[in-house]
């Protein structure tokens, strides 16, 4: 009956049956437990499960981690996800030193304006 986290796939690609697991969140009270990995792994099989079985059907599911998220990585090795390849600026957190974000910690691509950072 607690709130526990939360875990979603974002970038839902319905043609090409794809998509990416996006935000998994443990509160802190909750943490250290295994749950990261149990829903997870949850997640993994409703989304492989075919849709004629009443799961998404997909194909594909990426895991984008943050360098610098070790814990995030961990789990997706847990649950058999394979580093393919490294994305140096990936996704922009505009204003993110204002709004205390961390970024994957390389300078700035050339004319990014000052405050932003990237994963």
């Known amino acids: 009956g607690t709130v526990a986290g939360m875990i979603s796939l974002v970038n839902v690609d319905v043609e090409n049956r794809s998509a990416e697991v996006g935000i998994l969140q443990v509160l802190p009270p909750c943490r250290s437990r295994g749950l990261a990995t149990k829903v997870g792994r949850l997640l993994v099989w ?3 499960l075919p849709a004629s ?5 997909l194909a594909r599911m990426e895991w984008h981690v943050a360098s610098g998220n070790g814990a995030s990585g961990n ?4 649950l058999g996800f394979k580093e393919i390849g490294l994305l140096k600026y990936e996704r922009l957190l505009k204003d993110g030193i204002k709004r205390g974000k961390v970024g994957n910690g390389r300078p700035s691509p050339p004319d990014s304006p ?5 994963r």
Not at 53 to 57: D, E, F, H, L, S
């Open 46 to 48: 409703y989304g492989f």
């Open 53 to 57: 079985r009443g799961g998404i059907g």
């Open 75 to 78: 789990v997706a090795r847990k």
């Open 114 to 118: 000052e405050g932003d950072l990237w």
